[in-house]
Structure formats: structure tokens, C-alpha cells
């Protein structure tokens, strides 16, 4: 959903007094609030039923309508929608509901990476000139910002004396979660060799999982992380997120919100996971990633994506720490102190 609101961006600076409204699952709504890009957001839950959906798109009687997601859910409101121009990814099913679809094979042109720049090629039937490259944002306001300070503040933390790394400590399922064993000797690798805070990225429903890696960890290392500092909700995440040097941890929807902030992020990706298609904006120093397939590429060798995904977790106890601590460690010194 964050990286889809770049179509916004990108259609009002073409149209200026175009009508541009969001069809978006309701628990995605903080991370779009006070876009100056979206006219309406229009919010469900998952549970509720397609007609209902349909209807509420077909009343705004829209001129197009570009379904990212491309499920048979998102097909059928489309096909239903009454726009003259109907446009979505290529699919059996979105290819009955649209009169435009396009392959998600694509090799990227830009830092962007191919997850932008294949959402944007969907903006081209209604014109040639769109951008190939925009980086979502994520807008914070000043009184978010003040009462993450005080947050801070009240743990005994400054951000303008000492450096903060926000660790997404979790990825968003067993899959896409690095080894807790691995995590917890990595975070005793950045104690080690950075004079660093850390923040971990959770909620109390993980708190039990959270523990278990933090008591894996060494004292010091245990000294120096603010375990009951974490952002009750989405907005307080993201405000103290917006305080700390860089986010390091699973690749997921925390590196992208960071990226969203201008944090410098550093990710690890699952091994199932193609890194291409969600690397985006890697530079190699502001943004960088790690996946097993770049220090072991002979594991990955003959492997079609559904045996990846069922290796997965015997990949993962492959991707020892010590294969990227190099490329962490010049990551750090370009960050932090």
C-alpha cells in the first residue's frame, strides 16, 4: 500500500484538479494520513462482503481505475466499476475485468528498484510520460514528532547526544523472521562495535517472541537496548523511528515505512524472497540489503520458487550473521557512531 501512494504523487503533478481517491484495507490507514496528494481514502475491512465494494467504487463513478493488487477481489470490483479505463497487473482473470494489463517481469532502470517502477508503468495508458522513479513518503506532524521526543526523553534518551538504531527485530511472519539465536548474536555484534541505543519494532501481541531474543543476548547488550520503548501504535512507531540514525533488521513493511522517512535502512531478507523486486532504492550507503543468495548463490541453484519456500527455514540456518557483518559494519560507520 505505501509503495502503490506513488501513483498519487505522480498523477497530480501531471493533473493538478484530477478527483484521486485510495481503496485501501482500513488497518493501512495511519500510514496515509496528512498524504497532501489523496483527495479520499475509502476504507474496508477484509471480512467484508465483494457487493459492497463493488458498490462503493461504482457510485464515484470513476474515469479510470488502476488496481494494484490484483487479486480476483480487486478484479471483480474493477470489472464492475464502470470506468472507461480499467488497468492492472496481467493476470487470467484481471485480463476479462481490464481493457490495459501489464507483466510484473520487469527489470528495474532506476535506484528506484522494480516494485516502483512496475507500479508506476501502470499510470502509462493514461499518458506517456509519467516518471519511472518516485520515492513513497510517509508525513509526519510536528505534534507526533514533539511527543516521540518526550518519549525519549522520559526513558532517558536524547537524540541530539546519543545515536538511536531502530531494530525491526521481527519479520511479518516465521518465514520472513531472521533465526532468533542469529538476531540476538547480531545485536551483540552492533553493542560490540557501535556506541549505539537500541529500539526494537514491536507490539505487546509479540512481546512473548521479543523476549525470547532479547534473553538470548548479552548483558551489555541487554543494558543497551530501551525494551520498554516501542511505539503502541503505527504513528508512534514511525514518530520514533523518524529520531533514530537507521533501521536495521527484517526486510518488511518497517524498512519500507523508514525509507518513507529518509532513515537508512539496512535489510535482511528471507531466503525465499527474490530481493530485486523489494530492494528499492538501494544505493549501497543509505539503503542497503542481504540475502543468502549473494554469500551461498550455489544453494539457490536449480531451485524453483516453491522449493525455496519450502527450504526456507533450513536456508535461514545458513545465513550466519558473520556472512554480512563486513557490509554491516561500514553500513554503522556510515550512520552511526
Known amino acids: ?153 522520559e526513558h532517558g534518551l536524547n537524540p541530539q547526544e546519543q545515536d538511536l538504531l531502530m531494530i525491526s527485530i521481527l519479520g511479518s511472519s516465521q518465514q520472513k523472521t531472521y533465526p532468533p539465536m542469529f538476531m540476538a548474536r547480531l545485536l551483540d555484534w552492533i553493542v560490540q562495535h557501535t556506541n549505539t541505543t537500541l529500539l526494537l519494532n514491536y507490539i505487546p501481541a509479540q512481546e512473548n517472541d521479543v523476549m525470547a531474543i532479547y534473553n538470548l543476548c548479552e548483558k551489555e547488550t541487554q543494558e543497551r537496548i530501551a525494551i520498554d520503548l516501542y511505539g503502541k501504535n503505527l504513528r508512534e512507531f514511525l514518530a520514533l523511528t523518524s529520531y533514530c540514525k537507521a533501521l536495521i533488521g527484517n526486510e518488511g513493511g518497517g524498512v519500507n515505512m523508514a525509507k518513507a522517512l529518509d532513515i537508512p535502512t539496512f535489510a535482511i531478507f528471507s531466503p525465499e524472497l527474490q530481493k530485486a523486486n523489494w530492494n528499492v532504492f538501494e544505493d549501497g550507503t543509505n539503503n542497503v540489503s542481504v540475502h543468502l543468495r549473494d554469500y551461498r548463490p550455489e544453494l539457490f541453484q536449480n531451485k524453483i520458487q516453491k522449493e525455496l519456500k519450502a527450504e526456507n527455514m533450513r536456508l535461514y540456518r545458513e545465513f550466519k550473521p558473520e556472512l554480512f557483518q563486513e557490509k554491516l559494519l561500514e553500513f554503522c560507520q556510515n550512520h552511526a557512531s
Not at 7 to 32: D, G, M, Q, W
Not at 38 to 45: E, L, N, Q, T, Y
Not at 143 to 150: F, M, N
Open 1 to 153: 500500500m505505501l509503495t502503490s501512494s506513488v501513483l498519487f504523487e505522480a498523477l497530480r503533478k501531471k493533473y493538478p484538479r484530477a478527483e484521486l481517491h485510495y481503496l485501501v484495507y482500513r488497518h493501512t490507514l495511519p500510514v496515509l494520513r496528512n498524504n497532501p496528494h489523496i483527495d479520499k481514502v475509502i476504507a474496508f475491512r477484509r471480512e467484508e462482503h465483494f457487493f459492497y465494494l463493488v458498490n462503493a467504487v461504482r457510485l464515484q463513478k470513476y474515469d479510470a481505475v488502476i488496481d494494484v493488487q490484483a487479486t480476483p477481489l480487486t478484479a471483480l470490483v474493477t470489472g464492475f466499476s464502470g470506468a472507461t479505463t480499467r488497468v492492472s497487473y496481467e493476470k487470467w482473470y484481471t485480463k476479462l475485468a481490464c481493457n490495459h494489463v501489464f507483466s510484473r517481469s520487469m527489470q528495474a532502470e532506476t535506484e528506484a528498484g522494480a516494485a516502483i517502477e512496475k507500479r508506476l508503468r501502470l499510470l502509462s495508458p493514461l499518458a506517456p510520460d509519467f516518471p519511472k522513479n518516485l520515492k513513497p513518503k510517509i508525513y509526519l506532524q510536528n505534534r507526533e514528532k514533539r511527543q516521540a521526543l518526550e518519549m525519549l526523553q
